[in-house]
Nanobody, 118 residues
Framework: QVQLVESGGGLVQAGGSLRLSCAASGSDFSVKQMGWYRQAPGKSRELVAVIISGGSTNYADSVKGRFTISRDNAKNTVYLQMNNLKPEDTAVYYC????????????WGQGTQVTVSS
């Protein structure tokens, strides 16, 4: 089993910044991919950004140039630096990890609320 613990959400004014963190804990696993998804009220969950074990990244078009995903492999922790936040970024942000336990397994964090006021 792998547990994902998120932190860093909150309330910020438009144009402000927040940094989300997600730490994966457990035993005998290796992380293949970690990332962030978000779900706004009445909308489907959508990809925000992912980072592959080799360091490749992928971003949603709506956050390119404003958000940066990074990872500390030694700590199995992924970060999402969010700058120039907009009200439309308001959502619950979920950490996601794809790990290898012989096979591939996918885990989700409990979610952290990000609210951007105009």
């Amino acid at each position: 089993q792998v547990q994902l613990v998120e932190s860093g959400g909150g309330l910020v004014q438009a144009g402000g910044s927040l940094r989300l963190s997600c730490a994966a804990s457990g035993s005998d696993f290796s992380v293949k991919q970690m990332g962030w998804y978000r779900q706004a009220p009445g909308k489907s969950r959508e990809l925000v950004a992912v980072i592959i074990s080799g360091g490749s990244t992928n971003y949603a078009d709506s956050v390119k140039g404003r958000f940066t995903i990074s990872r500390d492999n030694a700590k199995n922790t992924v970060y999402l630096q969010m700058n120039n936040l907009k009200p439309e970024d308001t959502a619950v942000y979920y950490c996601n990890a794809v790990v290898v336990f012989g096979m591939l397994y996918e885990y989700w964090g409990q979610g952290t609320q990000v609210t951007v006021s105009s």
